[in-house]
C-alpha cells in the first residue's frame, strides 16, 4: 500500500485578514521595537552573532556579552585569527559552548571562502556550522531583507495562539502548520520587520507565562483569545525529569599555583578548564570522593585542606551540588612534574593572575570566585 502523503495545511487567505494582521503587527512594532546593537547597524556579520548568542540565551543578558564579543571581534577575520581559548572565555557565562565553538569555524570559512565579507545567499549562510534552519532565515531576512520566514519559539508561540493550534508544538504536522502560515503572512517587501516584529510580540507580548492581551495589536484575530485557550497554547511536551548529581572538586594549591586542567573534546564543556573531581560513589563522603578523583583523573595524591563552599548549579536536566575544597599534595612527590592526565587534554600549575584568562564551566567560575574570596588562598599560596 502506498504511503498516505501529509496533508497540505489549510491556506489562512478568505479566512484571515492577512492585510489587517500585517499592518497592525508592523505598526506596532514600528512603535515599540527594542533598541538593539544589531538593529542599529544590520551588519550581517553582527545579526549573525546576534542569533546565535540568543539561541539559549534571554535577551536582557545577551546584549552585554554582544557588545564585548564584538568589540573584541568585530568581524570574521578577527574572530577567524582569535584562539579557542580566548574564544570561550569571552563566551563564558552564557553556557551551550558549542556555540562559541562553531562561531569561531564558521568564521575561518568565511574568512578562507568568503574573502572575509559575511555571505549574502541562504545556502552559504546555511552551510555555515552552528547555523540551522531558523538561524538561516533570520539572518538572511534581518540582515538583506529576504522575504524567508524564521521561525523561532517565540513565532511558534504566537502562531500556535492566534491559529489555536490543539498539537504539541514539537510535532511535525503543527510545525508545517506554522510554517506554512509564516510564509502566507510574510510580506515579500519588508520580510525583515515582519520577522522581527513576530519574534518581539512572543518576546514582549505574548510570553510563555506572562500573556498581556489588552496590549496585543492582534489580539482581535487571535483564535485562542476568542476562544478561551490562551493558556492553553502552546501545547508543550511532558517536562523531563530532572537528574541530581553530587560531586566534589579540588583547588590544588602548591608553591603559589594553582592546578587546572582542560576538558576533553569528547566530554561536557570541551575546551573549558576546570578543577579536577567527580560524582561521589555510594557511602563515599565529598573528601573521600575528592581524593579518590584526584588520584584517577591526575594520579596526584592529594588531602583537603578546607572546605570553600557547597556550589549549586544547573545545565539541560541537570542539577548539581559541588563541595568545593582547598587541597594539598601530600609528602614524596612533585606534583609540577608527576600529574598524568586521564580525563583531561592539557593540565597546568597556573598563577592566580592567569586563571583571569582561562574560561570556566559556570559552577567551577563560582568556586574559583568563592576561592579567591577566601583569605585562606592568600595563606596557601604563600606556603
Known amino acids: 500500500m502506498a504511503k498516505a502523503q501529509p496533508q497540505a495545511p489549510a491556506p489562512l487567505a ?32 553582527q545579526v549573525w552573532i546576534s542569533e546565535i548568542m540568543l539561541q539559549q540565551t534571554q535577551m536582557d543578558r545577551a546584549v552585554g556579552f554582544f557588545e564585548r564579543f564584538v568589540a573584541r571581534f568585530p568581524d570574521a577575520g578577527a574572530l577567524a585569527a582569535a584562539s579557542e581559548d580566548e574564544v570561550l572565555k ?20 568565511i574568512t578562507d571562502e568568503h574573502g572575509g565579507v559575511f555571505p549574502a545567499s541562504h545556502e552559504a549562510v546555511r552551510a555555515l556550522p552552528g547555523v540551522g534552519p531558523y538561524t538561516a532565515g533570520a539572518v538572511m531576512s534581518v540582515a538583506y531583507n529576504d522575504p524567508r520566514p524564521a521561525v523561532d519559539a517565540n513565532v511558534e508561540r504566537v502562531f500556535s495562539r492566534l491559529l489555536d493550534l490543539g498539537g504539541p508544538v514539537s510535532a511535525p504536522a503543527t510545525r508545517r502548520r506554522i510554517l506554512a502560515a509564516a510564509w502566507e503572512l510574510l ?16 518576546a514582549l507580548i505574548c510570553g510563555p507565562r506572562r500573556v498581556d492581551c489588552a496590549a496585543c495589536p492582534v489580539a482581535e484575530l487571535c483564535l485562542a483569545r476568542q476562544r478561551g485557550t490562551v493558556n492553553q497554547r502552546p501545547v508543550l511536551p511532558p517536562k523531563k525529569e530532572l537528574i541530581r548529581i553530587n560531586m566534589a572538586s579540588g583547588v590544588l594549591v602548591h608553591q603559589g599555583r594553582v592546578f587546572v586542567q582542560k576538558r576533553r ?36 595524591r592529594v588531602r583537603p585542606v578546607g572546605k570553600i563552599a557547597v556550589v549549586r548549579y544547573g545545565y539541560t536536566r541537570y542539577r548539581v551540588t559541588m563541595h568545593g575544597y582547598f587541597c594539598e599534595a601530600l609528602p614524596g612527590q612533585n606534583p609540577h612534574t608527576a600529574f598524568r592526565l586521564h580525563e583531561a587534554t592539557e593540565g597546568r600549575f597556573a598563577e592566580l593572575g592567569e586563571l583571569a584568562a582561562l574560561a570556566f564551566p559556570s559552577g567551577h567560575a563560582k568556586l574559583l570566585a568563592l576561592a579567591r574570596a577566601d583569605l585562606r588562598l592568600a595563606q596557601l599560596l604563600a606556603g
Open 187 to 202: 510580506p515579500q517587501e519588508n520580510a525583515r520587520a515582519f520577522n522581527q516584529a513576530l519574534m518581539e510580540l512572543g
Open 90 to 109: 569571552l563566551w563564558e557565562g552564557l553556557g551551550y559552548y558549542s556555540r562559541a565553538r562553531n562561531l569561531r569555524k564558521a568564521a575561518r570559512i
Open 14 to 45: 478568505g479566512v484571515f485578514d492577512i492585510a489587517g494582521f500585517r499592518a497592525r503587527l508592523l505598526g506596532w512594532f514600528a512603535a515599540n521595537a527594542r533598541d538593539l546593537p544589531w538593529r542599529r547597524t544590520l551588519d550581517p556579520y
Open 265 to 300: 573534546p569528547d566530554d561536557v564543556w570541551p575546551g573549558l578548564w576546570e578543577f579536577p573531581g567527580g560524582c561521589l560513589e555510594a557511602e563515599e563522603s565529598p573528601e573521600e570522593a575528592l581524593v579518590r578523583e584526584f588520584r584517577e583523573e591526575t594520579e596526584l
